[in-house]
C-alpha cells in the first residue's frame, strides 16, 4: 500500500498562473481532505470530499477548486496563483464512521507562488 | 466554532528526560474526540495519540500519554524518555460529534527539540 500519495512535491508558479495538485489513496478511504500549513502555523481545511461526486468548503477555500470524479483521487485547482496562496498543502483521507476517524497523511506538495 | 490553542511555540528537553505539551479547546459539546499529530522535519504527518472524551481513562502509547482534563479543556501530551527522533512539531486537534466529514481542527503547533 502506497497510502496517500500527492503529485507534485514541489511547485513554482507566476502569479496569474494556474495548476492542479493531484491526491491519490489506495486504502478506499471515503473521506478525503485539502489542506494548507502556512509557516508557524498548523494545518487548515480548505475543501473536503465525503464520497466520489460530492465536495464541500472549508475553512479557507477561496481561491482555489476541488473535483472527487475518483473514489482514490482528490485534485485541488488554483485557477489564479496569488502570492497569498504559497503554502504547503497536504492532502488526507479516512475512513466513513466516527470510531474510525484517524486521517491519514500525504507527503505535502510545497508550493511557491512568485 | 472550536478553536484550539497551543500556547507553548517552542519547547526544548534533554535526551531521555520528560516534556509536557500543552493543548486548551474551546467547545460546547459533550462527545468530541482529541487527537495528537507529530511532523517531523520530513513534514509527514503522524498520529500520535488518541483520546474519546467520553473516556475517562487517559490514553497511552508506549512513550506517549495525555493527562485529559475535560472540565478544564485540557488536553496535555506528555513523553517520557524523550528520544531525539521526537525532535518535531506537535499539533492538537478537535473532531466535534456532529461532524459529517470528520473534519479536524488544528492547534498552531510546538516545535519540540530534544537535545543529547
Known amino acids: 500500500n502506497a497510502g496517500v500519495t500527492q503529485t507534485p512535491k514541489f511547485r513554482v508558479l507566476k502569479t496569474g498562473q494556474s495548476m492542479t495538485l493531484l491526491c491519490a489513496q489506495d486504502m478506499n478511504h471515503e473521506y478525503m481532505y485539502w489542506y494548507r500549513q502556512d509557516p508557524g502555523m498548523g494545518l487548515r481545511l480548505i475543501h473536503y470530499?465525503?464520497?466520489?461526486?460530492?465536495?464541500a468548503k472549508g475553512e479557507v477555500p477561496d481561491g482555489y477548486n476541488v473535483s472527487r470524479l475518483k473514489k482514490q483521487n482528490f485534485l485541488l485547482g488554483l485557477e489564479s496563483a496569488a502570492p497569498s496562496q504559497t503554502s504547503v498543502y497536504f492532502c488526507?483521507?479516512?475512513?466513513?464512521?466516527?470510531?474510525?476517524?484517524?486521517?491519514?497523511f500525504g507527503p505535502g506538495t510545497r508550493l511557491t507562488v512568485l | 466554532a472550536q478553536t484550539v490553542t497551543q500556547s507553548q511555540p517552542e519547547m526544548s528537553v534533554q535526551e531521555a528526560e520528560t516534556v509536557t505539551l500543552s493543548c486548551t479547546y474551546d467547545?460546547?459539546?459533550?462527545?468530541?474526540?482529541l487527537f495528537w499529530y507529530k511532523q517531523p522535519p520530513s513534514r509527514q504527518m503522524i498520529l500520535v495519540i488518541r483520546q474519546e472524551a467520553y473516556k475517562q481513562q487517559n490514553a497511552t502509547e508506549n512513550r506517549f500519554s495525555v493527562n485529559f482534563q475535560k472540565a478544564a479543556k485540557s488536553f496535555s501530551l506528555k513523553i517520557s524518555d524523550s528520544q531525539l527522533g521526537d525532535t518535531a512539531m506537535y499539533f492538537c486537534a478537535f473532531l466535534g460529534p456532529d461532524n459529517a466529514g470528520n473534519m479536524l481542527t488544528f492547534g498552531g503547533g510546538t516545535r519540540l527539540m530534544v537535545k543529547p
Open positions: 488526507a483521507s479516512s475512513y466513513v464512521g466516527r470510531r474510525y476517524n484517524e486521517q491519514f
Open positions: 467547545t460546547s459539546e459533550n462527545n468530541y474526540y
Open positions: 470530499s465525503v464520497g466520489e461526486g460530492t465536495t
